[in-house]
């Protein structure tokens, strides 16, 4: 296994350990935002994730206080008309205007309650090499100091599908004085085990330059695919699955089905349904967190508890792959 576990600092003290399971918050697909994340800060008190975007249009206006640990993503996701693969339930979505400047005044005015992570500009019409990617995300740091910074990394041109890796590999040292690097996850390969692979290869070439810091994946919060990816090196997963689906034994259910075997499911009102759904969500995702580190200390990814035979292939190819035995 290619897994680890950090620890995230700020002014010298943690704020967070990895690996972290992180519910995301958007009003892409989820209008209603606000309540949405008025009900669940009964459930959530370590790690969040919200939109620079949603802030800044006031989509989401209260304060994210509840966590330990607040990440304000770049607003990328928000400003493009495009879906995520496991998006079943696709809205209406008409994006407003977003710029840099918008993101920088947000990223300025921005108060977490307790520690927060700033992501780099995002922007779906914005493609630029990997270096100057790095640079702009270098310049965006001198906003202010008393956050965290994590660059995300994207695709150079409109055409292409995924990061270049082999860019991002030339230009490893760059990245030191970043306290988290992100992917997008479906933007790292066309497979569960090409994306393994491509993590396993960034996490070695990270080590080597000496910087220790996490890999997070944008998009990427399963009760199957977390783990496999935790195996092969990333520590931070974040996404809205936990709010499309229900996440129950290792599998993630389509609403209609958990509802089945939900006890009296079909006697509740659709919000109420979704409540029940959501706050089970968010307890096996510290569940799954509990088996990942398990699954670390242990070294036996039969420690996560479901899909052993699965994780056990994966993990064969990845060391094959990167020529370990």
Do not use: C
């Given at each position: ?29 989820f209008p209603e935002v ?55 339930y696709k809205r209406d ?233």
């Amino acid at each position: 296994m290619f897994a680890r576990k950090s620890l995230l600092t700020l002014g010298g003290a943690v704020v967070a350990r990895t690996p972290l399971l992180v519910p995301s918050f958007s009003s892409k697909g989820f209008p209603e935002v606000e309540k949405i994340l008025t009900f669940s800060k009964e459930f959530i008190t370590d790690v969040t994730l919200v939109s620079a975007y949603d802030i800044h249009y006031e989509l989401v206006t209260s304060p994210i206080n509840f966590v330990d640990l607040a990440f304000l993503d770049s607003g990328g996701f928000e400003a493009s008309q495009d879906y995520e693969f496991a998006e079943m339930y696709k809205r209406d979505h008409f994006p407003r205007e977003w710029t840099i400047e918008r993101y920088t005044e947000t990223v300025s005015t921005w108060r977490p309650g307790s520690a927060g992570v700033v992501v780099s500009f995002d922007h779906p019409k914005q493609f630029l090499k990997v270096e100057e990617q790095i640079a702009q995300a270098k310049a965006m740091k001198e906003i202010r100091g008393d956050v965290l910074w994590e660059i995300l990394l994207k695709p150079e041109t409109e055409d292409q599908r995924f990061v270049p890796i082999d860019k991002v590999l030339d230009a490893i040292h760059q990245l030191a004085g970043f306290d988290l690097i992100g992917f997008a996850e479906r933007e790292l390969g066309s497979s569960y085990r090409k994306r393994a692979q491509r993590v396993a290869e960034l996490r070695r070439a990270l080590d080597e330059a000496g910087i220790t810091s996490p890999i997070h994946l944008f998009g990427s919060l399963d009760p199957v695919t977390s783990p496999l990816y935790f195996l092969a090196g990333a520590e931070v997963f974040d996404g809205l699955t936990w709010l499309r689906l229900a996440f129950k034994d290792g599998r993630a259910l389509h609403v209609s089905t958990a509802a089945a075997e939900l006890d009296h499911a079909t006697q509740r009102t659709e919000t109420d349904l979704f409540h029940s759904i959501w706050s089970g969500n968010l307890y096996y995702l510290s569940s799954l967190r509990s088996r990942m580190l398990s699954a670390l200390e242990e070294d036996d990814p039969n420690a996560l508890g479901h899909h052993y035979a699965f994780y056990e292939t994966e993990m064969q190819a990845l060391a094959a792959h990167m020529g370990e035995h």
